[in-house]
């Protein structure tokens, strides 16, 4: 069993100069930027790369608007798109006109077209729309590897093999589910028990543990079969203190952790166009 915090450099030292394009854009870029809306559980996060699939721009909006990967608030999803389109716009100082999106893996052909219409609502012609694990490995390039995508309300699993998407799943279980079992032990509300888990989430990792259980769970029984080949941890779910240590425990199988999972996806859709 053993938890890597140090994956490839190359995908530590993008998130680093993604991260540090938060509201804050580049000063200048090379040809044509790319645009990734991540439609999340919890937050909305807008991507911006240029051709040479280097981080523009960074921006986010909490918002509860899908939940399990389904959009449940369709005005409320074009409004938080349409701010941060506007912002955008203002930074970089052009027109953003396009954008493609993602959708966790699990949801049907149907449900997953509610994130095109957002975006097609909020002026943006939708040019990409795929699942998220295929987005993730568009930033990180794993040839072998189980994808965990872990979100607010579902843990998406993707199988990589010789770098093609083999195997997909999702089942429910995220952070929404580990903000319950926080707020009922404590006896808090559910947004105190977000803040906490988000801020000093290491020192209530024993409450916490059933949850992440929960999620290694449905990992193993997602990847069954894939026993061999590393776990690579994505999404905002899981960026606690020890969690990864949880979940190869529990799988007994080599677990990757990145710095600034969040931003994994978002930045993969906007890389997938370039």
Not at 251 to 270: K, N, Q, S, W
Request: contains cysteine; hydrophobic residues 45%.
């Amino acid at each position: 069993m053993i938890v890597d915090t140090a994956p490839a450099p190359c995908a530590r030292q993008f998130l680093r100069a993604g991260v540090a394009r938060f509201r804050a854009p580049a000063e200048a870029w090379t040809g044509g930027l790319h645009c990734g809306v991540d439609l999340g559980t919890a937050t909305v996060v807008l991507a911006v790369v240029d051709d040479d699939g280097q981080p523009v721009l960074l921006d986010s909006t909490a918002a509860g608007v899908v939940r399990d990967g389904v959009v449940v608030d369709f005005h409320g999803a074009v409004e938080v798109v349409l701010e941060l389109r506007a912002a955008a716009e203002r930074s970089l100082g052009v027109a953003v006109t396009e954008a493609a999106t993602a959708y966790p893996p699990g949801v049907g052909i149907e449900e997953s077209q509610a994130c095109r219409f957002v975006l097609e609502a909020a002026g943006l012609d939708c040019i990409g729309l795929l699942d998220e694990v295929s987005a993730a490995n568009a930033l990180l390039h794993l040839g072998d590897a189980v994808v965990v995508d872990v979100g607010g309300g579902s843990t998406g699993v993707g199988v990589i093999a010789g770098g093609e998407l083999v195997a997909v799943g999702d089942l429910p279980g995220g952070g929404h589910h580990l903000d319950l079992i926080l707020a009922g032990a404590l006896h808090i509300p559910l947004e105190e028990a977000e803040r906490l888990k988000r801020e000093r989430g290491g020192e209530y990792l024993h409450v916490l543990r059933p949850g992440i259980e929960r999620v290694a769970a449905n990992v193993a029984r997602l990847s069954a079969g894939y026993e061999s080949v590393p776990v690579h941890l994505v999404g905002g779910a899981l960026m606690l203190p020890g969690a990864g240590e949880i979940v190869a425990s529990y799988l007994g199988r080599h677990v990757v952790e990145y710095d600034h999972a969040l931003y994994i996806t978002p930045f993969g859709i906007a890389r997938s166009l370039t």
